[in-house]
Nanobody
Framework: QVQLVESGGGSVQLGGLLTPSCTAP????????LGWFRQVPGRGREFVAA????????YYADSVKDRFTISRDNAKNTVYLQMNSLKPEDTAVYSC?????????????WGQGTQVTVSS
């Protein structure tokens, strides 16, 4: 069973920053595309950011481009989502996920999520 474990969510005010992280097995980090998604109760899951299996190519939703940065630390088996200039509409449960096929394909493994709340 593959486990992806998020941490680092929290509550901030408008304009604040947070950097949730996601730990994954080394074999996943080295060969799967890794992505971040978010979901608000009553709404569908929304893509946020991802990179391909080797981390060379990155992808962002238009709503977060220039504010969020996805990165990885292979030595720590960890993926990060640096979130700057946060807005109330960024409030959601953020989950990381891994896809064997690539960033634009179905994701095979999911974490449990971490709550991010932005107040105005």
């Amino acid at each position: 069973q593959v486990q992806l474990v998020e941490s680092g969510g929290g509550s901030v005010q408008l304009g604040g920053l947070l950097t949730p992280s996601c730990t994954a097995p080394g074999r996943i980090l080295s060969s799967y595309a890794l992505g971040w998604f978010r979901q608000v109760p009553g709404r569908g899951r929304e893509f946020v950011a991802a990179f391909n299996w080797n981390g060379v190519s990155t992808y962002y939703a238009d709503s977060v481009k220039d504010r969020f940065t996805i990165s990885r630390d292979n030595a720590k088996n960890t993926v990060y989502l640096q979130m700057n200039s946060l807005k109330p509409e960024d409030t959601a449960v953020y989950s990381c996920a891994a896809s064997r096929s690539g960033p634009g394909y179905p994701y095979d493994y999911w974490g449990q999520g971490t709550q991010v709340t932005v107040s105005s």
